[in-house]
């Protein structure tokens, strides 16, 4: 078998909304600067009257045998890089050669060990996953390994959701509650450089979740790089009354001896790490000890093989892997065949899957707050035609 061609499939249509789909932004690391901390800026797509305009691209592998794997989405940025650097490396290759080409690939890209680089060896490598099942008739996680469960539980991941509304947060909170969510995750509105003011409403928040949920029931908060270790502590000493299950991301992703410090000194347990990339990576958490969860992306760290070899290790120091949920789909096949003990569950971000799946026949969506991994060949994406209204086949950028 012989790869013949990589598409790089550019969609565009409308996901229908009753009102904007992004109701209130995140904290963001680049919040320290006021003119940015005000911006009302989302991604996606765009908002329009009646819906949001999605515009995204798909991978396509495709072989001598006529079976094809298919990735996706992922923005035109990482399209670019696919297009450039990466499809020269597997025209006429054996897609079930999948170590020897992520190893060409991750040598080839010197410069692009992380980020979006990383991204792109990210997609193809879980488009040739895709490829490599069908070939086989086998869904995606049977040759991983097979399945360790009957279904997964999910968390539910607030992102987008109003924050400041407290009447609204309560409300969707009991009702996410109600649909069998096994926990929430919620989103910090404000950063160190919001000021005490901004500082009582991230806690007000956390208070309202839990007098919404009960005591009986998962709570995290992803603080998304944002804060300081100051702050940081200042925060869950305020909140470690209302008992998250994690804080996520206190601090950017390379300031390990701000982790360190957070860890020593706060009971609440840390999670992060899916802006980290490959295996080298994430050595760095797992020798310094910063971390109780690590979160690989599967679409940024390196693909499903990657995640694979970052999980193997993580178990090593009994640490917990609950993967940053880009793709549902692809992150069941991996959480499917782990140890429930190591990934008790995965996340489900609410509105950025209702974006991610627009264009897919079969999302895969929770049911009673639990999902079922897609039995048929591959990891179970195809394209719905009747949402697409503009394809453009792209190959350079």
């Known amino acids: 078998m012989k790869i013949i061609d990589v598409r790089l499939r550019q969609l565009e249509g409308v996901l229908p909304t009753e009102g904007p789909i992004w109701e209130e932004r995140l904290a963001r690391p680049l919040d320290i600067y006021a003119d940015y901390r005000v911006r009302d800026d989302h991604e996606g797509g765009e908002q329009l009257k009646d819906g949001f305009a999605i515009s995204t691209v798909y991978l396509e592998i495709a072989t001598d045998e006529g079976v094809d794997g298919l990735a996706g989405p992922i923005p035109r940025s990482i399209a670019s890089i696919i297009a450039s650097h990466l499809r020269r490396l597997l025209i006429g290759q054996d897609p079930r050669d999948s170590e020897r080409l992520w190893d060409q690939m991750h040598r080839a890209l010197v410069h692009g060990r992380q980020g979006e680089a990383m991204m792109a060896i990210s997609t193809v490598d879980c488009a040739l996953w895709d490829l490599r099942a069908k070939w086989m008739q086998q869904p995606v996680y049977r040759l991983l390994g097979g399945s360790a469960r009957e279904s997964i539980p999910v968390y539910a991941s607030m992102l987008g959701f109003s924050v400041q509304d407290l009447g609204l947060v309560r409300e969707r909170a009991q009702y996410y509650k109600s649909l069998g ?44 790089q944002s804060m300081d270790v100051t702050y940081v502590m200042e925060l869950a000493q305020a909140i470690e009354q209302y008992r998250p299950r994690w804080l996520e991301e206190c601090v950017m992703a390379d300031r390990l001896d701000s982790m360190r410090r957070l860890k020593d000194k706060l009971t609440i347990p840390m999670a992060g790490a899916e802006h980290e990339y490959t295996r080298w990576g994430f050595k760095r958490f797992f020798d310094a000890q910063v971390l109780d969860i690590i979160q690989p992306d599967i679409y940024w760290c390196g693909g499903l093989s990657e995640t694979l070899k970052i999980a193997a290790a993580a178990t090593m120091h009994d640490l917990q892997v609950v993967p940053h949920g880009h793709s549902t789909i692809a992150t069941a096949h991996f959480t499917v065949t782990q140890s429930p003990i190591h990934t008790p569950f995965q996340e489900y971000l609410v509105k950025w899957n209702d974006i991610h799946q627009h264009f897919l026949q079969a999302p895969l969506v929770p049911e009673n707050g639990v999902i079922q991994v897609p039995e048929t060949p591959g990891i179970g994406m195809a394209l719905n035609r009747e949402n697409i209204h503009k394809e453009t086949l792209i190959f350079t950028v």
């Open 181 to 224: 969510y096994c926990g929430q995750k919620w989103f910090f509105r404000h950063g160190s450089m919001s000021g005490r003011e901004g500082l009582k409403q991230n806690i007000e928040l956390v208070k309202t979740l839990r007098d919404a949920v009960g005591e009986d029931y998962d709570l995290m908060f992803d603080c998304w």
